[in-house]
């Protein structure tokens, strides 16, 4: 069974499901501005990983992999629909997660393009190393400092409010 072959540090497909499941579906549901879409783009990504976890258990990201692909996926899915991204502020407590404490946040989020969504997710969600999102996304890592830094400044601007002694954010 290609479940019960484990990463180089002992970690078979059932573990690595369980251990970054939620987080992959988060990162997605961002990403692609609905719940539902990220979470059928995440489990497309997983049971790809499945298929294939003798070759995505020895990457350095497998996760990275997981989400690439559920972000291609998912990205083919919206072309194929020909319609823009369904309303995920619709409904704020469905969304599984709860870190934005205001819809503001959220909006703002949606107001990027979705290539550099994709990056704040990865770096500044996940905490990947800028390494890391470069490889899971296949850009350079000059491509992803130059779409987050760009990204932080249309995120600085829309949400003056939240810092208004400081209109600066730390880069």
């Not at 972000?71 to 995920?88: E, I």
């Not at 393009?113 to 800028?130: I, N, T, Y």
């Amino acid at each position: 069974m290609a479940t019960e072959i484990p990463l180089d540090d002992g970690t078979s497909f059932d573990e690595f499901y369980r251990k970054h499941r939620a987080g992959i579906v988060r990162a997605l549901a961002l990403t692609l501005h609905s719940v539902d879409l990220g979470t059928d783009a995440a489990d497309e990504g997983l049971a790809r990983a499945c298929e294939r976890w003798a070759t995505v258990a020895t990457l350095d990201n497998p996760a990275g992999w997981v989400y690439r692909v559920g972000f291609n996926w998912g990205t083919s899915v919206l072309r194929r629909v020909r319609r823009p991204a369904p309303r995920w502020l619709t409904d704020p407590q469905g969304l599984p997660w709860a870190d934005s404490p205001d819809p503001a946040i959220d909006q703002a989020l949606a107001r990027l393009k979705s290539d550099q969504r994709a990056v704040v997710v990865c770096r500044l969600m996940l905490g990947w190393s800028e390494a890391q999102t470069a490889e899971c996304l296949g850009l350079r890592p000059g491509t992803v400092k130059s779409r987050l830094s760009r990204a932080v400044e249309q995120l600085s601007a829309s949400l003056a409010s939240f810092n208004p002694h400081n209109s600066e954010v730390p880069r």
